[in-house]
Nanobody, 125 residues
Framework: VQLQASGGGLVQAGGSLRLSCAAS????????MGWFRQAPGKEREFVAA????????AYADSVKGRFTISRDNGKGTVFLQMNSLKPEDTAVYYC???????????????????WGQGTLVTVSS
């Protein structure tokens, strides 16, 4: 599966952005989809994930209540709605896909097999 992330940009603190990740290939609904981010000089970190049927989600504590992950299996797309953005949310955001993650490993990037190219989100103070 190939992933194409989009929707990044420059936004002021308190603003909102919606990221999209379009997947090519078949059986999109079988994949757990995740969003990760990497800020300059920092390690990649988990942001959010959603199971294939959309029934289970997970969020990093730092974004819980502000970000919402969702998916449209018919269109092969996963979304990340980001509200109340903070300067510390500035990072390159990556979407990822996996058929082998389970609940206990959804937050680990090592368990995702396919990655998009990343989209830059910059939040100004």
């Amino acid at each position: 599966v190939q992933l194409q992330a989009s929707g990044g940009g420059l936004v002021q603190a308190g603003g909102s952005l919606r990221l999209s990740c379009a997947a090519s290939g078949r059986s999109f609904s079988r994949y757990t989809m995740g969003w990760f981010r990497q800020a300059p000089g920092k390690e990649r970190e988990f942001v959010a994930a959603i199971k294939g049927n959309g029934g289970g989600t997970a969020y990093a504590d730092s974004v819980k209540g502000r970000f919402t992950i969702s998916r449209d299996n018919g269109k092969g797309t996963v979304f990340l709605q980001m509200n109340s953005l903070k300067p510390e949310d500035t990072a390159v955001y990556y979407c990822a896909a996996s058929q082998r993650v389970i609940v206990s490993t959804m937050r680990s990037g090592n368990h995702y097999d396919y990655w998009g190219q990343g989209t830059l989100v910059t939040v100004s103070s």
